[in-house]
């Protein structure tokens, strides 16, 4: 998936006419990202994996590097909980960042009331991202009933929680795919 993704970036920045330097990493011993970086600009470095194993070898050199360029690394969500800072980092999300206080102070108390137990403390939190889910697909069951299918559109969309989905189809065979996603940012520290 990383690597298609950073293949599709290429290819639109090839089209937009953007300039942009590949560097290929096979082992992180004596890896020199100043051959690709520009000073004086804003570098993103996008690499070309979702797992974040094949990175992590690689980050030291840019913590290093980082005291002498602009560097923003795009990273996966899924490393946010596993990478240790020193490079500021930029993420996409289908979860907003910031809850709407009164939103969530009523579900954790319901959730408490209903399920005896207090709310979980990670993010994203996977019970308030059911509930949005659930609201979001009911809301269209109740409009719309088994036809529910083909009245999802970009145009209506209900509200959430932890996330805002906006659900499309591609055809009528193909399940619904959220096109709604939020840039996070992660500070270096």
């Given at each position: 998936?990383?690597?298609?993704?950073?293949?599709?970036?290429?290819?639109?920045?090839?089209?937009?006419?953007?300039?942009?330097?590949?560097?290929?990493?096979?082992?992180?011993?004596?890896?020199?990202?100043?051959?690709?970086?520009?000073?004086?600009?804003?570098?993103?470095?996008?690499?070309?994996?979702d797992k974040y194993a094949?990175?992590?070898?690689?980050?030291?050199?840019?913590r290093s590097g980082s005291?002498?360029?602009?560097?923003?690394?795009?990273?996966?969500?899924?490393?946010?909980?596993?990478?240790?800072?020193?490079?500021?980092?930029?993420?996409?999300?289908?979860?907003?960042?910031?809850?709407?206080?009164?939103?969530?102070?009523?579900?954790?108390?319901?959730?408490?009331?209903?399920?005896?137990?207090?709310?979980?403390?990670?993010?994203?939190?996977?019970?308030?991202?059911?509930?949005?889910?659930?609201?979001?697909?009911?809301?269209?069951?109740?409009?719309?009933?088994?036809?529910?299918?083909?009245?999802?559109?970009?145009?209506?969309?209900?509200?959430?929680?932890?996330?805002?989905?906006?659900?499309?189809?591609?055809?009528?065979?193909?399940?619904?795919?959220?096109?709604?996603?939020?840039?996070?940012?992660?500070?270096?520290?």
């Amino acid at each position: 998936e990383g690597r298609i993704s950073s293949e599709a970036l290429q290819k639109e920045l090839t089209k937009q006419r953007k300039a942009f330097s590949e560097i290929e990493l096979s082992n992180s011993n004596n890896i020199d990202f100043s051959t690709v970086l520009k000073k004086g600009e804003k570098n993103l470095i996008v690499f070309n994996t979702d797992k974040y194993a094949n990175v992590s070898p690689f980050i030291d050199a840019l913590r290093s590097g980082s005291k002498n360029y602009d560097l923003t690394l795009l990273e996966q969500y899924s490393w946010r909980n596993q990478m240790e800072k020193g490079v500021k980092g930029i993420h996409m999300s289908p979860f907003i960042s910031d809850f709407n206080p009164e939103l969530i102070n009523n579900f954790n108390q319901q959730f408490e009331h209903f399920y005896g137990k207090n709310v979980p403390a990670e993010l994203p939190r996977y019970d308030v991202l059911g509930y949005d889910l659930t609201n979001y697909f009911i809301t269209y069951i109740h409009l719309y009933g088994s036809k529910f299918g083909t009245k999802i559109s970009p145009v209506n969309s209900t509200t959430g929680i932890q996330s805002q989905p906006l659900f499309e189809r591609g055809s009528s065979n193909s399940g619904f795919i959220n096109q709604r996603v939020y840039l996070g940012e992660d500070k270096a520290q």
